[in-house]
C-alpha cells in the first residue's frame, strides 16, 4: 500500500509540471520509500545549526533548476542560505557530516570556492558514501550516490578547469563503478598510457560499455580481438535502444573483419530496431562491402 501511495505521489509531482502552483518537494520526499533522514548535529557550530537541520529535514538534494509551476526550491535556498553563513573551515567539517546531503551540499560550495583540497572531499564521497539520495532536477527525481551529482554540478560548470577536471575522473577510474561517473569521466578524453591497465580492467572485467567503446576509439589494434568479442556479446542484449544497437554495430564493422560478417547480417535480421534509421544503416553496410539483402 505504501508502495502505490509512493508511485502515486510521484506521478501527481510529474503531471504537476504542467499546472502553476508551488509543489511541495520536501513532502514528496518525506514520503517516498528512502531512508529516515540522518540528523547529525555533531562538529556543527552553534551558528549553522538552524540551516543544517533544515537541510537535514528535507533531506533531498536540489540543484536550483525549478518543476513547471513550481515557485521554490527549498533545499537550494537553505544551500545558499549555508554558502553565505559558512567559513571554509566549518564547510570542511560539514563534509563529514552523517547526512549525506548536508555533506554534499557543503562540498559543493566548497568546490564553488575552490577549495584546494577538494579532490580529497571527492574521494571521500566515492570510498565512503555508498547510500543513495533523492535528487531533484526540474521535474526529474532520482536516487544517486552524493558523487554523482557533486561531480555533473563541476561538469557542467562554466567555471570548470580542466585541471581539476582531469583529477576528478582519474579518481572515478579508480574508485568506483558507477555507470553515470564512468561515462562523464571517458567523455572526449584521451588517458595518458599507464591508465590502459585499469581501463581495461573496466572493460573486460567490469564489462563497462563506456570503457569498451574508449579502448575502440583510442586503442582498437591493442585489443582487436577482445573488443570484437565484447561487441557481439553487447548486441545480444534484448534491451538495447537505436541508439546503443546502431553504435555496437558501428564499432563492430569497421574491425573490417569478414568473419564477423554472418554475425551482423544475423544481428540485424533478428533485432528491427535499427529500421528506424534504415536507409542510413544500409548504406553505411553496404560501404563497408555488408549487403544484407542478398541473403
Known sequence: MKLLASIFLIVLFLFSCNK????????????????????DSKNVPDYLNEVVLKISKINGYENGVLAKGQIKSANF??????KSLASTKDLVL????????????????????KYNDIDKVFLDFLKNRKSRVETQNGCVISKEIIAVPFYRN???SEKKEEKLLRKLDSLVLYNTSEEELLRYAFKNRLYPS???KQIEKLAFKSKNEDAILYLSNWHK????????????????????????FETYIRELVRFNNISNNDFIKKTLKKDTV???????????????????DND
Open 221 to 244: 589494434g591493442d585489443y582487436s580481438l577482445a573488443l570484437q568479442n565484447e561487441f557481439k556479446d553487447l548486441l545480444k542484449k534484448d534491451s538495447l535502444n537505436y541508439y546503443l
Open 274 to 292: 535499427w529500421k528506424d534509421n534504415e536507409i542510413e544503416m544500409i548504406w553505411f553496410l553496404n560501404r563497408n562491402n555488408i549487403n544484407i
Open 77 to 82: 535556498e537553505n544551500f545558499k542560505e549555508l
Open 154 to 156: 563541476y561538469f557542467f
Open 20 to 39: 502553476k502552483e508551488d509543489i511541495s518537494y520536501a513532502k514528496i520526499i518525506d514520503d517516498l520509500p528512502s531512508e529516515k533522514a540522518v540528523l
Open 94 to 113: 560539514l563534509t563529514k557530516n552523517k547526512n549525506n546531503v548536508v555533506a554534499l551540499y557543503a562540498a559543493i560550495a566548497l568546490l564553488e570556492a
Open 194 to 196: 599507464h591508465f590502459k
